[in-house]
């Protein structure tokens, strides 16, 4: 079993991969955001996509996240890691604490860009529960060993693991309005970010288990007795947040390796309502590597 990482803002690499191959790949969705890094870590497969590109090149919004979950998937990957950077909307999710997403709310104008579906085939996934919650329950497990020996953060407090939260994806790249922030908050939304939603939906209709690792940054812009966010705040909190997830990772790969049973991994069984002699050729070339599996002939 391979475990796919996909690093946010600031997690650009993960150190101690060894064995590493550059893989550069096109898709029918175009590039992803960059080669992806193959390896091996602690002793597992692993294969390492830098989100926005090295040196963050890429907005949200121009990322290819079909091109990014597509080469995943084309690579034997059966579980992916998201490593995301989020504002907080409650005290109580502290910057640097580590939030793992259970929920999302869209607020984005990214439809086409979020399913592999269209020109001629037509598939409907569920997806009441868009996160793996067997994958997410053993990082969260790993995550309070690691957090319980950093040392204290912003809030006075060693950073905490949080086993669930409601993510808003924002379409960015600007930061809320302070009523925007507000409104969220008035939602119960928990986190807030830019670019899960579209992987979550995605990783779904490829068949392979997703969990958010949301890396909390600040307060966004709600809370009074803190400064509003900017980038060269998030920054500083980043690069603590990235050594944290990196040594999460580490120690939870060989049990995210390990084989159990969900759901995920059969969400296409009958997500798939064309008539499978009504598939175009083209269309049914382009996501063999996800109809293969059920409809092998077609």
Same mark, same amino acid.
């Given at each position: 079993?391979?475990?796919?990482?996909?690093?946010?803002?600031?997690?650009?690499? +993960?150190?101690?991969?060894? &064995?590493? *191959?550059?893989?550069?790949? %096109?898709?029918?969705?175009?590039?992803?955001?960059?080669?992806?890094?193959?390896?091996?870590l602690a002793? %597992? *497969?692993? !294969?390492?996509?830098?989100?926005?590109?090295?040196?963050?090149?890429?907005?949200?919004?121009?990322? &290819?996240?079909?091109? &990014?979950?597509?080469? +995943?998937?084309?690579?034997?990957?059966?579980?992916?890691?998201?490593?995301?950077?989020?504002?907080?909307?409650?005290?109580?999710?502290?910057?640097?604490?580590?939030?793992?997403?259970?929920?999302? !709310?869209?607020?984005?104008?990214?439809?086409? *860009?979020?399913?592999?579906?269209?020109?001629?085939?037509?598939?409907?996934?569920?997806?009441?529960?868009?996160?793996?919650?067997?994958?997410?329950?053993?990082?969260?497990?790993?995550? !309070?060993?690691?957090?319980?020996?950093?040392?204290?953060?912003?809030?006075?407090?060693?950073?905490?693991?949080?086993?669930?939260?409601? @993510?808003?994806?924002?379409?960015?790249?600007?930061?809320?309005?302070? /009523?925007?922030? #507000?409104?969220?908050?008035?939602?119960?939304?928990?986190?807030?970010? +830019? %670019?899960?939603?579209?992987?979550?939906?995605?990783?779904?209709?490829?068949?392979?288990?997703?969990?958010?690792?949301? +890396?909390?940054?600040? @307060?966004?812009?709600? #809370?009074? #007795?803190h400064e509003?966010?900017?980038?060269?705040?998030?920054?500083?909190?980043?690069?603590?947040?990235?050594?944290?997830?990196?040594?999460i990772l580490? *120690?939870?790969?060989?049990?995210?390796?390990?084989?159990?049973?969900?759901?995920?991994?059969? /969400?296409?069984? &009958?997500? !798939?309502?064309?008539?499978?002699?009504?598939?175009?050729?083209?269309?049914?070339?382009?996501? /063999?590597?996800?109809?293969?599996?059920?409809?092998?002939?077609?």
């Open positions: 079993m391979k475990i796919g990482i996909v690093g946010g803002s600031g997690l650009y690499g +993960m150190d101690g991969l060894e &064995n590493v *191959q550059e893989v550069a790949m %096109t898709t029918p969705f175009g590039p992803p955001s960059d080669a992806l890094v193959c390896g091996e002793g %597992t *497969q692993a !294969v390492f996509l830098a989100r926005h590109g090295r040196g963050h090149t890429l907005l949200p919004a121009e990322v &290819n996240y079909r091109a &990014n979950i597509y080469a +995943m998937k084309k690579l034997g990957v059966g579980r992916i890691v998201s490593v995301a950077a989020v504002g907080s909307f409650r005290e109580d999710l502290a910057p640097r604490d580590i939030v793992f997403v259970d929920q999302f !709310v869209d607020r984005t104008r990214r439809g086409p *860009q979020q399913t592999f579906f269209g020109k001629g085939i037509a598939a409907h996934i569920a997806f009441a529960d868009p996160v793996c919650p067997e994958l997410r329950s053993r990082l969260f497990r790993r995550a !309070v060993d690691v957090l319980s020996q950093e040392p204290a953060g912003p809030v006075g407090r060693p950073p905490a693991a949080h086993p669930r939260g409601t @993510y808003l994806n924002m379409e960015g790249p600007a930061f809320s309005t302070r /009523a925007e922030s #507000h409104l969220y908050r008035s939602w119960g939304m928990d986190v807030i970010g +830019m %670019t899960n939603m579209s992987e979550a939906r995605l990783a779904r209709e490829a068949e392979i288990c997703y969990c958010t690792m949301a +890396m909390v940054t600040d @307060y966004d812009c709600w #809370h009074e #007795h509003s966010v900017t980038v060269e705040m998030i920054v500083q909190t980043l690069q603590q947040n990235a050594r944290a997830a990196q040594e580490r *120690q939870a790969l060989p049990e995210l390796a390990a084989p159990w049973t969900c759901d995920c991994t059969n /969400a296409l069984r &009958n997500a !798939v309502i064309t008539d499978p002699g009504r598939f175009p050729a083209e269309t049914r070339r382009d996501l /063999a590597p996800l109809l293969d599996k059920y409809f092998p002939g077609a």
